[in-house]
């Protein structure tokens, strides 16, 4: 966890020895793991911890929808199609819509990872939407979407730490919130429940569905239905 530090700054040091274990983000599809330090919810723009044990990588040539930058920390990372090999004290820059990759971590590996904007213009297959960081919007043959997601019983407080952790991942992914994060949604037998609502732009709905399933509040949900509006 980053140290709080002194009141009358509004620095953040954040120590990657103390860092809790369960605060780092896991891939369901690739073994990798990854810990946010800072993203910036206007813009997308995010510096991670990234670490890749011995023989893990990403799995396919990509490109991303900002400039990417990396420095590695420890091990051996390359880029296998240019043959670019990140060792401790390596800096990597890749522009943006320029195609790269695969990787692969020929050792452990711990990199730091900086995007100057939003990472992608589409989900990967490998990243959720708890992984992943900011989509573009703006990018052509997008839609927009409204996310409606009810719940089982009732919602947390908003001060409660499951609140927070809803409403980063509201401004990571770009959304709108609809109304309150406290609202009453209808059902169409015309009973009623608590639930969540906001609108949502992505590269396609089945795209909108993979991000709302990453809602930190989804296992509170006892549906979430996804509507494209545009």
């Known amino acids: 966890m980053p140290d709080e530090g002194s009141s009358m700054t509004e620095e953040i040091l954040t120590r990657i020895s103390q860092i809790d274990p369960d605060d780092w983000q896991t891939f369901d599809k690739l073994d990798l793991k990854q810990y946010v330090l800072w993203e910036h919810p206007q813009t997308g723009a995010s510096i991670a911890l990234l670490d890749f044990p ?11 929808a900002s400039n990417q930058f990396m420095y590695c920390l420890e091990g051996r990372y390359e880029y296998t199609d240019s043959k670019l090999v ?100 209808c059902r169409g037998n015309g009973s009623s429940s608590e639930g969540i609502g906001y609108f949502l732009d992505a590269a396609t709905i089945e795209e909108a569905r993979a991000i709302a399933d990453g809602d930190p509040l989804s296992g509170k949900y006892s549906d979430i239905e996804v509507y494209r509006l545009t």
């Open 86 to 185: 990140l060792q401790p004290g390596s800096f990597y820059a890749n522009p943006k819509d320029h195609p790269h990759g695969p990787t692969l971590a020929h050792e452990r590996s711990l990199l730091i990872e900086i995007y100057d904007g939003p990472h992608y213009y589409e989900m990967p297959s490998y990243h959720t939407g708890r992984t992943i960081g900011r989509i573009d919007a703006d990018r052509p043959g997008g839609v927009r979407c409204l996310v409606i997601a009810r719940a089982k019983n009732a919602l947390p407080e908003p001060d409660d730490d499951l609140m927070k952790s809803h409403r980063m991942f509201l401004d990571r992914v770009g959304a709108e919130a609809v109304g309150t994060t406290r609202g009453i949604l």
């Open 54 to 64: 011995k023989g893990s990588g990403i799995p396919t040539k990509h490109s991303h």
